[in-house]
């Protein structure tokens, strides 16, 4: 076994391997780009290296530098986690050269699944199913056009050597394989050094399904079940479960022999994730291998009781794998949540800026279920412009499925993060979402459910009570303590306090009562509706706590507070409203306030995201029309086409290529 390793990543998943590294009692040595010098991964490993720049291509994509890294610490081997180099032909080439053993697979298994048009070859010489397409090099967009007339539309332009929904575009039409070509593209020259693209049928309401396969140096190979990743915007997966849904026994068997023969027929010896686009009928075809670790492997890890990084690095040191396809057994359900820097409502754009808070979810058992909390961050850290966007996955475990995604919507809840715009509005409204509660999944979930964008709905029905409840129960508390001010001009212990209120959860009103006993606990009370209903509160809540936690009917519960001007912002069970607690005076009173109206002005461009302009594509005095593209800003690796919203002129241009903005920065002027 080895003595020390090098983790050639970061963030999370470096964090991730370090654990499993410590445990079995082997030494890490972490790399860091500048950006990188004060992050938690860097201060968990026994050592770090600083590898270059902020940029990937001059730090984490350099192979000279991981090797060098190697040779300084005397590290033995090194994984490579996801994304960067972890699906490069040349990596583990270029290691062993070096005497160095790569955690991952063989050169010749990357070189046959890590590209996706040979993938697709090997795939069809290996009798699975795939999906009809061109596995040709495309030389331009006629040329794209061309064969997506051939197969039919809907089609998928997807980067060979692609990942994580980078360099892949969903067409409809000639007119959006052109421009789709184009970006997938240069997404996936930026991306991964490689340009290549390809074109295959879109499987029309489709479920993404994957299996998971690990295998030795000895021949051996098994799979370990499989895992739904359905829930997805803009191609890159969002909530992932195990097991699926969809599948019956016979389905999951069917799917797993076909992943072993592929994985078989290339010498496959590391962990991997053989990927299916399955129809609502069971029905499947391959879509691609990822020759690594996936982002979503805790949901394997938890419902069979393994941990795959420890497999992988046994098996690159030579072991056996420690059991058969008869023992693998399945146990529960898994639901993992990606927490990404991004505001949902703003079509999912990255966000960037430091972690005032961070507060997850206490991890360890909830009742029955098992709460897991993967990250790469603490409070205080900076989410950077130049890396993916996740800050954590949020893992909940649970016998059945409904357990998992009650405890998953409990720890969402609970989950604090400030500073920088978060994805865990959204996943918290995921969770209460009917259509997802049943299973009834497919890529296009999102877009399907949320057309419009998303907004956090209005409380409503017990949610709202358990709002209302929480709000008139903060304000007692918040009351409370201001009765122990000193120095007020009449004794505290003399003011008799209204127990009546008025509880405006945004646009809603309760009236209620706040009854409390003295024989009670100290944080419980209780508040009665004008509906009848009771609902009796305990919390140790304490005024600046971000989260209150406690229970709520006897049920527990978590609601996010933010403090605001004469009341404050709850957040709970997807549901968002500013709550104000008045007595029956002040709410006639604050009835008669007037509203601040917000203006606007629909005559600039705006940034909608902290990124690099990688392109003007209009003119000062040029006409354009509504859903002509105006400029390309990048951000996080990703390329977002900014358009036009309405008929127009433009007037001034503010920004040029190559400039850095920041959110709301004006790109260019209407007349």
């Known amino acids: 076994m080895f003595d020390k390793i090098l983790i050639a990543n970061r963030g999370e998943i470096a964090c991730r391997i370090i654990k499993t590294a410590r445990r079995m009692g082997i030494k890490t040595v972490a790399v860091y780009s500048d950006a990188d010098r004060d992050a938690v991964h860097v201060a968990m490993a026994d050592e770090a290296v600083a590898i270059g720049p902020a940029p990937a ?33 040349a990596f583990p080439k270029a290691l062993a050269e070096a005497g160095i053993v790569f955690i991952g697979p063989n050169p010749g298994a990357i070189a046959a699944m890590g590209d996706k048009i040979e993938s697709k070859k090997a795939a069809s010489a290996a009798e699975v199913s795939t999906v009809p397409g061109f596995l040709g090099v495309i030389e331009d967009p006629a040329h794209a056009v061309r064969i997506a007339d051939e197969i039919g539309y809907p089609v998928m332009i997807k980067a060979s050597a692609g990942g994580g929904g980078k360099g892949m575009r969903i067409a409809h039409s000639a007119e959006e394989v052109a421009e789709g070509f184009a970006r997938a593209r240069s997404e996936a020259a930026s991306s991964f050094g490689d340009d290549r693209v390809f074109v295959e049928k879109f499987i029309t309401d489709p479920r993404h399904i994957e299996i998971q396969v690990i295998g030795d140096k000895h021949g051996n190979v098994i799979y370990l079940g499989e895992r739904e990743c359905s829930i997805q915007r803009r191609n890159q997966k969002v909530i992932e479960e195990a097991p699926s849904p969809l ?63 420890e497999l992988m690095i046994r098996v690159a ?24 820097a ?45 890396y993916d966007p996740m800050i954590a996955k949020l893992v909940s475990w649970a016998p059945t499925r409904a357990e998992a995604i009650g405890a998953q919507a409990q720890a969402l809840d609970a989950f604090a993060i400030d500073g920088i715009r978060h994805n865990i509005p959204f996943l918290s409204a995921l969770m209460q979402h009917p259509r997802w509660q049943e299973g009834r999944l497919s890529t296009g979930f999102i877009a399907e459910e949320f057309p419009g964008g998303f907004e956090a709905p ?70 009665a509706f004008a509906d009848g209903t009771t609902w009796p509160l305990e919390s140790d809540w304490r005024p600046g706590d971000p989260v209150w936690t406690g229970t709520i009917g006897g049920a527990r519960a978590a609601v996010q507070v933010r403090p605001l001007l004469n009341g404050v912002f709850l957040q709970h069970a997807g549901a968002a409203a500013e709550a104000r607690v008045y007595t029956r005076r002040e709410a006639e009173l604050a009835a008669l306030m007037p509203v ?27 006409e354009v029309k509504a859903g002509e593209p105006l400029a390309i800003v990048e951000a996080m690796k990703m390329e977002n086409v900014l358009r036009a919203e309405r008929d127009a002129t433009v007037q001034t241009i503010q920004a040029k290529e190559g400039d850095s903005l920041a959110v709301d920065a004006v790109i260019l002027e209407f007349a």
């Open 57 to 89: 291509a001059q730090s984490y994509l350099v192979i000279e530098k991981i090797i060098a890294a190697c040779r300084q610490t005397g590290a033995q081997a090194v994984h490579p986690g996801y994304g960067f180099l972890s699906e490069r032909e």
């Open 596 to 622: 601040k109206e917000v203006g606007g002005s629909g005559k600039q461009l705006l940034c909608p995201m902290p990124g690099l302009v990688k392109s003007i594509m209009v003119a000062p005095g040029q």
């Open 458 to 527: 209005r409380p409503a029905g017990k949610v709202a009570l358990r709002m209302a409840a929480a709000a008139a129960a903060i304000d007692h508390m918040l009351n409370e303590r201001k009765r122990g001010i000193s120095g007020q001009m009449r004794d505290p212990g003399h003011l008799r306090f209204e127990r009546d209120r008025v509880v405006w959860l945004g646009d809603q009103r309760f009236e209620a009562t706040v009854e409390t006993s003295a024989a009670a606990p100290v944080g419980a009370t209780a508040v």
């Open 247 to 309: 599948l019956d026994e016979a389905t999951r068997r069917k799917m797993g022999e076909q992943a072993v023969a592929l994985a078989k027929a290339v010498n496959y010896d590391s962990a991997g994730t053989v990927e299916f686009v399955a129809g609502q009928d069971k029905s499947f075809y391959f879509l691609e291998m990822n020759t690594r670790l996936q982002v979503e492997h805790p949901v394997t890890e938890m419902i069979t009781g393994l941990d795959l990084v």
């Open 317 to 340: 040191a030579g072991e056996r794998l420690p059991l058969s396809q008869a023992d693998v057994k399945l146990n529960g359900w898994a639901v993992e949540s990606r927490v990404y």
């Open 342 to 386: 991004e505001d949902p409502t703003r079509n999912f754009l990255p966000s960037i800026g430091r972690l005032t808070t961070y507060r997850p979810p206490a991890e360890g058992a909830l009742g029955a279920a098992t709460i897991r909390n993967d990250t790469g961050v603490e409070e205080g850290s900076e989410i950077a412009i130049h």
